[in-house]
C-alpha cells in the first residue's frame, strides 16, 4: 500500500486516517499488508526507531539517486520508509509546487515499487493512493509489464481528492525515465502530464471513497475535467466508503473527554459540553445550543457560504465553535465572530488532535457545508459522539448522512449550494433542538451506525481479487 501519508507517522488530512486503518482491517481478515510513504525528516524516527533493512539505485537522465528502505511498524503493520535526495528532510509533507512535489513523489513511487524486489516481498497487488502515487502505477502499467518480478502484481489506485491532480509532473517524469507512450493521447491536453489522470489511466482497478463520490465523478461538474477518462474506465471504477477506527473515537472510553458516555447513558454528555464552554470561554449554558466547526477553512469545504449563515446562528442566540485553518481571508473572516460576539463565539486557528476531541463529544451539532466531498470523517466521527451533522448532501456526507425527516434520521440536510439553503437545514436544526425527545433519537441513530473498517477492508479486499483477475487475463 503506498501513499503520502499515514497516521501516525505521517498526517496532513484524511488520507493518513486511511492508510492508517484500512491495512490492520485487512490484517484481521488474513491478508499480508505492507505500508510504504516517505521517510519525511519530520516523522519521529526516535520513537519508531526505524532499521534499514535494503538500499538500491535509483536511475534519471542526471545520474543515480540512492534510495534507502527502513523498517519499522505501527498499529502492528509493517511500514517501510524511503529515504532519498528528493524526500525533504524539514518538516514540510507537501510543498507548495509541482517543481518541488514532482520529483519527490515520483522517486518515491518508483522506490516504493522496486523495494518489495529488494526485499525479497512480492505482492500480488499494489494499492496506490491518489496522485503522488501515480507514477508507480504507470510504472507498472508500462515498464512493468516487461518486468518478469512485477508483470503480474496487480494494481489498484484510489482516489481521494481529484482536482488535486499533480498537473505539470512532465519534468519529473521525464528525469525519471518514465515513458508516456501514445495512450496518453487519450487524456485532455491539460492532464497529460498529471500524476494522477496517469494513476487513473495505468491501474487495473479503481476506486474512490464512497459510492456517491464515484457517480459524481464521472460528471461535468464533479469529475474536474478528467470526467470523459473516467466514463471511459467507468466499469473499472469501484466507490467504496472510508471507515473510522472505532476503537480510537469511542466516546465511552476516551480519556480526553470530560465524562465519558454511550447511547445508554447520553445525559452524562452535558458534562462534556459545560466543560466545551468552559475551555472556549463561552457562556455556560447548558440550554445554548452549540454549533461547531473542525474542519480546514478553505472554499472546498464550503466556509466561504457558511460565514453569513453562522453570523445569523449567533444573532439568533445560538454558541459556535471553530477549529481548524486554511485559506487566510476565511480565518480573518470567522476569526472576527469571536470579536463580535463575546462569550457567542470561540475560534481557533490551529490544529489541535485533543481538543478536536472535546469538540466532537460536547458541541450539539456539526457543519459541513461542502462544495463536495469524496467521503469525510468528521461526520461519522461526530455522529459517533453525539454530535448531529448539518451538512450538504454530496459525496461521503450524502452516503453517512440520514435526514432528520427520513426514518432512522441521523442528521440535517440541504442540497443548494448557497448560504439560505444552508441557513434552512441550520433554522430546521433548531427546530429539533427545541424538542428533546427527536434531538436524543438523532443522536441514538447516529451513535447505532457502523462506521468500522471491517465492511469496507471486506470490498477492498473483493476489489483486490477483480484487479488479480483483470491483470491475469491482460
Known sequence: MLAAEAAPLAKV?????????????????????????????????????????????????????????????AGGTPVYLITGPPIPQDRWIYGRTIEEDGPKFVFFSLAALW?????????????????????????????????????????VFTIHNLPYAAQGAGRALGAYRIRRPEAVQALPEAFRESLMALGILGADYLSTVSPTYAREILTPEGGQGLDGVLRLRADHLAGILNGIDVASWDPS?????????????????????????????????????????????????????????VRRWLERGGQFVLLGTGDPTLEHEYAQFEMRYPRRASVRLRFDARYARRIYAGADALLLPSRYEPCGLAQMIGMRYGCIPVARRTGGLADTITDAGDPGGTGLMFDEFNPWALWDALERCLKVYAQPAKWRQLQVNGMARDFSWSRSAREYADLYERARAARSIA
Open 13 to 73: 488530512g484524511g488520507l493518513a486516517d486511511v492508510v492508517g486503518s484500512l491495512p490492520r482491517a485487512l490484517t484481521d481478515l488474513g491478508h499480508d499488508v505492507r505500508v510504504v510513504i516517505p521517510g519525511y525528516g519530520s516523522i519521529d524516527w526516535t520513537k519508531y526507531a526505524p532499521v534499514r533493512a535494503a538500499q538500491f539505485p535509483v536511475h534519471t537522465l542526471g545520474g543515480e539517486q540512492l534510495a534507502e528502505v527502513w523498517q519499522t511498524e
Open 115 to 155: 523495494s518489495a524486489e529488494a526485499l525479497s516481498w512480492k505482492p500480488d497487488v499494489v494499492h496506490a493512493h491518489d496522485s503522488h502515487t501515480g507514477a508507480a502505477v504507470w510504472w507498472l502499467a508500462t515498464e512493468g509489464r516487461e518486468n518478469p518480478y512485477f508483470r503480474d502484481v496487480a494494481s
Open 253 to 309: 472510553t476516551d480519556g480526553e473527554l470530560a465524562a465519558t458516555f454511550e447511547a445508554a447513558s447520553l445525559d452524562e454528555r452535558v458534562h462534556n459540553k459545560t466543560a466545551l464552554q468552559h475551555e472556549a470561554g463561552l457562556e455556560p449554558d447548558a440550554r445554548m445550543p452549540l454549533l461547531a466547526v473542525v474542519s480546514r477553512l478553505v472554499k472546498e469545504k464550503g466556509f466561504d457560504i457558511a460565514a453569513p449563515a
